[in-house]
């Protein structure tokens, strides 16, 4: 089956997209251990990058669902819930992995600004094309 020219640019736009997920992800933690006090990590950078694989594997796959389901709450508080999504999508990778220890909310908050403003860097660095 031949994918038309559309199509191969629509499923491009969602691997770059994924891309820069990943990357947000990886680079997000990195910084987030290396900055802030209270964030900690007990492995190689292999291990990382890992971590911060799954990171952005959850922000592509299911923060888009959690943003549907609560999208009535994020228009009541004008999007900030949505930094209670994004702390909670790096609560889930703290669980699925104990070697990542956040040990406070201010912590875990910081990271998701962290994490929240790589993802909304990154993509500018694909073209839109």
Do not use: E, H
Request: charged share 10%.
């Amino acid at each position: 089956m031949k994918l038309t020219l559309c199509r191969r640019f629509a499923i491009l736009k969602i691997v770059k997209r994924l891309i820069s997920q990943v990357l947000a992800g990886i680079l997000g933690l990195y910084l987030a251990i290396r900055f802030i006090p209270d964030v900690k990590f007990a492995g190689s950078w292999q291990f990382l990058v890992l971590v911060g694989l799954v990171l952005g594997l959850i922000n592509f796959f299911i923060k888009p669902i959690l943003k549907i389901i609560t999208l009535p709450i994020r228009i009541f508080t004008f999007g900030l819930f949505s930094l209670v999504i994004n702390m909670g999508m790096i609560w889930i990778v703290t669980r699925f992995f104990p070697q990542l220890k956040i040990s406070t909310i201010f912590a875990l908050f910081l990271t998701s600004i962290i994490v929240w403003g790589l993802n909304l860097i990154f993509p500018l660095f694909f073209p839109k094309k």
